[in-house]
C-alpha cells in the first residue's frame, strides 16, 4: 500500500532501528528509507541483517545492518557509535527487539522470564542509555534547535492479563513505563520525545506465527472489532506520524494500532435480545421497586 505521507517526510534525518531486519522492525525501516531517513539495522543474525541491508539498498535507501544483541551494553555501545561515525549523527531510536514465547507459568523458568525482561525492557532501556549523548538536543551531527526522538514498540498484552504470556506482559509493562518515565525526565531536561507503539496482531510477522496457532486465529477474527489483522503497513505509518513533525507535541504516549481488539471479548447476548431483554429486566424492577405493577401507575 502507498503511504499517503509526502515521500521527504524524514529527509535529513537518522534512525537506528533494532530488530529492523524482520517483521515489524523491518517494515519500519523500510517505511523510513522510503521517506528518505538513513537507516541503521541492528540483530543477532547476520545472514538476516544482510538480506534486509540488500532489499533496501536496492530501492536506493541508504542502510546499514549492525550485528548485536540487546541484552550486551557493549553491543549497544557499539552499534550505536557506528551508526553515528557512519551517518553522522542519530535523530531516531526504535527498540524493536523483543523475545517471545507462549509459556504458563508452572512451565516457564524464572530464567526463561528474565530472558524475555532482559530482551524486551533492560534492552530497550540500555539502548536509550546509550543513545542518550546522541539524541538529546546539541547532540553530534544534529539540528541545534531541536532534540531527537525515541520510539518503543510494545504490546496490549498486560492492559488486562493475557493467557501464557506471563513474561511479555512484565515486559512490555515495564517498556511502557520507561517511555512515560523518559518523556518526563529526557523531554524536560534534552527535548528528547519518547514515545511507544502497541500493536495488536500483525499478520506475517514471527509474533503472530509463534503466538497465534492457526485454530485460535480464525476463532480471533469472529470478536475483532474490525475483523481484521493487521498490517505491517499500518505500525510504519503510526511510526512515521510520530516520527514526523505532525507527532511533535506528542511525548509520552504508547499509541495502540490493533482496530480496538483489546477492548473487545465476545458479546454475551445477542443484539437481537438486547431490547427485549432490557425492558423485561426494567418492568420487573420497577415493580419491585413500588410494589404495584408500572400499568397500574
Ligand atoms: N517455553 C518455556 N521456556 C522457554 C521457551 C519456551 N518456549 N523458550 C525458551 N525458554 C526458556 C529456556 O528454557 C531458558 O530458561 P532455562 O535456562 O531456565 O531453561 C530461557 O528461556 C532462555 O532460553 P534460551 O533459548 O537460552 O534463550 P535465547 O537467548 O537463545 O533466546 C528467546 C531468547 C527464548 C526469547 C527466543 O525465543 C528468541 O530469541 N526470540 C527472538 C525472536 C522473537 O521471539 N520474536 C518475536 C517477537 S514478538
Excluded at 547476520?46 to 532489499?55: P, T
Excluded at 549523548?133 to 531527537?148: A, C, E, F, Q
Excluded at 520510539?151 to 520507561?178: P, R
Excluded at 458479546?267 to 404495584?292: A, D, F, N, Q, Y
Aim: aromatic share 6%.
Amino acid at each position: 500500500m502507498e503511504s499517503p505521507f509526502k515521500p521527504e517526510l524524514l529527509k535529513g534525518k537518522v534512525a537506528l532501528i533494532t530488530g529492523g531486519g524482520s517483521g515489524i522492525g523491518f517494515e519500519i525501516s523500510t517505511q523510513f528509507g522510503r521517506h528518505e531517513a538513513a537507516v541503521a539495522i541492528m540483530g543477532r543474525r547476520r545472514n538476516v541483517l544482510d538480506a534486509a541491508v540488500a532489499a533496501l539498498q536496492s530501492e536506493g535507501i541508504q542502510a546499514i545492518g549492525l550485528e548485536g544483541d540487546v541484552r550486551k551494553r557493549e553491543d549497544a555501545t557499539r552499534v550505536i557509535e557506528t551508526t553515528v561515525r557512519h551517518f553522522g549523527k542519530l535523530d531516531i531510536l526504535v527498540n524493536g527487539a523483543a523475545g517471545n514465547f507462549l509459556a504458563s507459568p508452572e512451565d516457564l523458568s524464572p530464567n526463561g522470564f528474565r530472558t524475555v525482561l532482559d530482551i524486551d525492557s533492560v534492552g530497550t532501556y540500555t539502548m536509550c542509555h546509550e543513545a542518550l549523548k546522541y539524541l538529546k538536543r546539541g547532540g553530534p551531527g544534529k539540528d541545534p534547535s531541536t532534540g531527537g526522538l525515541i520510539l518503543n514498540i510494545s504490546a496490549t498484552l498486560h492492559y488486562t492479563a493475557s493467557w501464557y504470556q506471563i513474561h511479555v506482559s512484565a515486559a512490555k509493562a515495564a517498556v511502557d513505563s520507561i517511555t512515560r518515565s523518559l518523556a518526563l525526565e529526557w523531554g524536560t531536561d534534552y527535548d528528547i520525545r519518547v514515545n511507544g507503539i502497541a500493536p495488536g496482531p500483525i499478520e506475517g510477522t514471527p509474533g503472530l506465527r509463534k503466538l497465534s496457532p492457526e485454530e485460535m486465529t480464525s476463532k480471533t477474527r469472529e470478536y475483532m472489532p474490525l475483523f481484521k489483522f493487521g498490517e505491517k503497513w499500518d505500525i510504519a505509518m503510526a511510526a512515521l506520524y510520530l516520527a514526523s513533525d505532525a507527532g511533535k507535541y506528542v511525548n509520552g504516549t504508547t499509541m495502540v494500532v490493533d482496530g480496538g481488539l483489546w477492548l473487545s471479548h465476545p458479546r454475551h447476548i445477542p443484539k437481537e435480545e438486547v431490547k427485549e431483554l432490557s425492558r423485561v429486566v426494567e418492568k420487573k424492577s420497577r415493580t419491585s421497586r413500588v410494589g404495584v405493577p408500572t400499568s397500574k401507575l
